[in-house]
């Protein structure tokens, strides 16, 4: 009864994971709901990091996201994921693309 898809992914910068976001529908013409997993290689776990979007969970759009250089986060449009924390903060008004100028210390 489930449509489900994958519509991008991504190496954490280790080479140890794969990010990637799954669309799932669970009627006929039913709004599809977005979630970013992360696989992890060694494990061979899956883990269920967040809806990128809380505020718009069913979305026929996908959404981008980025590793930050030290694969402890990823940043969605709207959204931090903290992976350690398995946490997401919503970062209001604001879209990220990509990571700039982080330095780790």
Do not use: M
């Amino acid at each position: 009864p489930y449509k489900i898809w994958i519509s991008q992914n991504s190496w954490s910068p280790d080479g140890k994971k794969i990010a990637f976001v799954v669309h799932v529908t669970q009627k006929e013409n039913d709004k599809d709901l977005s979630r970013l997993l992360v696989l992890d290689l060694e494990s061979r776990k899956i883990e269920d990091y967040c809806n990128p979007d809380p505020d718009n969970p069913y979305s026929t759009n996908s959404f981008s996201f980025a590793w930050s250089p030290d694969g402890k986060y990823i940043a969605t449009d709207t959204t931090i994921v903290d992976l350690s924390k398995r946490q997401a903060y919503k970062i209001p008004d604001v879209y990220i693309i990509g990571w700039v100028g982080y330095e780790d210390k």
